[in-house]
């Protein structure tokens, strides 16, 4: 009765834990709920269609055949941009392997010592120095690592993103270190494509009601009425959402430590990652090298699907259920060493075990109450200072 044991070789999108959905064979990956986007494209692309159907002919041949060409070509960048940021992987940080979580945990407790039952035991905290001030990367219960600073757990694709900005549900995915600089595109071109035609659409009704009078115009492009609607209130939230990104990225900032206060804090910290300059910082944060996906989710992995004796091996391998994974390489490679934590990642005075960083964490310990949410990068002023 023993059960013979049969590999198969699966990509390792296909076991990928987080919530997130796949297609293209794991080249596309979004957040599981996808409503609030399909709703985004359709705003896009039915205010678009409509500028196009109704304004651009009369637009083209009383005023100039380059708005609608203009028009064409900012309405495919806003595209381009949103399926960018929604397609692509934010900045997913994987998941310790169980050696691994179980070498952390051991780590852990060694440092800690024995807990007297009853009593909490001490937060699992590591600590980093970036620019002279300690940075304390946080232990992540679901992912078993100990957090890159300036990561954070997404509750909602149950994930760490690397930089972590917010769970954007309009452009269906998590926004951070990998895809930040594409929203921004997106949110900067689609407020400037929502002023495009709201501005042609003022200005096709006045020239045409100057010919047929207003409501007759109304009558004849009932298209225009809606788009204008749209666009006003789209307007208002997209201009002021690029402002405020624009804002943050000027000082290199998050919209996660923005709402966390981690720089603006009690102690009055400074951000570690500003350059103390506006340009700098953008330049930083737009024009900075783009970072390679550490999740090499196309990537083979076997898997072993236990197979009865007695069953012929051909069609259990695709029904059976698979009990043991093991991947042929390790989740984790070692170049997500945050690359903002310059090499000045020096294990900082406090009483910190050993190195190892972000890698490896904690095995079987009892999900406790995850302080998922967190990710506050907070900080303690260096005391040198
Ligand atoms: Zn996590
Ligand atoms: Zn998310």
Redesign the pocket.
């Known amino acids: 009765m023993s059960a013979v044991m049969i590999t198969r070789k699966v990509r390792k999108w296909e076991k990928l834990p987080g919530k997130n959905t796949f297609c293209c064979d794991g080249r596309v990956m979004m957040a599981r709920q996808k409503g609030v986007f399909y709703l985004t494209l359709f705003l896009i692309i039915g205010t678009c269609s409509l500028f196009f159907a109704f304004e651009c002919p009369y637009l083209a041949v009383n005023l100039s055949p380059a708005i609608p060409v203009f028009a064409a070509l900012l309405f495919l960048f806003v595209m381009a941009m949103l399926l960018r940021t929604s397609f692509s992987d934010p900045g997913v ?1 994987p ?1 310790a392997l169980p050696e691994e979580a179980t070498f952390i945990e051991m780590e852990i407790e060694a440092a800690n010592g024995n807990v007297p039952a009853g009593q909490r035991p001490p937060p699992r905290i590591r600590n980093v120095q970036i620019n002279n001030q300690i940075v304390k990367l946080k232990y ?1 219960y ?2 078993k ?1 100990f ?1 890159p600073p300036r990561a954070s ?1 997404c509750s909602i694709c149950d ?2 993103v690397d930089r972590f900005d917010h769970h954007c549900p309009w452009v269906g995915n998590c926004v951070g270190k990998r895809n930040y600089r594409y929203f921004y595109l997106f949110t900067l071109s689609l407020s400037l494509l929502t002023i495009y035609i709201f501005t042609f659409d003022i200005v096709h009704v006045v020239m045409r009601s100057v010919d047929s009078g207003f409501l007759n115009t109304l009558k004849e492009t009932p298209g225009t009425v809606l788009e204008v609607l749209v666009c006003f209130f789209t307007l208002w939230s997209v201009v002021g959402l690029t402002g405020f990104h624009t804002y943050l990225i000027s000082l290199n900032q998050t919209t996660n430590e923005d709402i966390k206060g981690s720089w603006s804090g009690k102690n009055r910290v400074q951000n570690p990652y500003s350059h103390k300059n506006i340009i700098k910082n953008c330049c930083e944060v737009l024009c900075g090298p783009a970072y390679p996906s550490v999740l090499d989710r196309r990537g083979l992995m076997q898997e072993d699907s236990p197979a009865s004796e007695t069953s012929p091996p051909s069609s259990s391998s695709m029904n059976s259920v698979p009990q043991t994974t093991k991947t042929t390489a390790p989740l984790i490679p070692n170049e997500h060493t945050p690359d903002d934590v310059k090499p000045s990642i020096a294990d900082s005075a406090e009483k910190t075990p050993s190195p190892k960083e972000e890698e490896s964490p904690a095995p079987k310990l009892p999900p406790l109450a995850s302080p ?1 949410t967190d990710a506050e990068t907070s900080i303690i002023k260096d005391k040198a200072h």
């Open positions: 940080l998941r992540c679901t992912c690592i957090r757990h994930n760490c998922e």
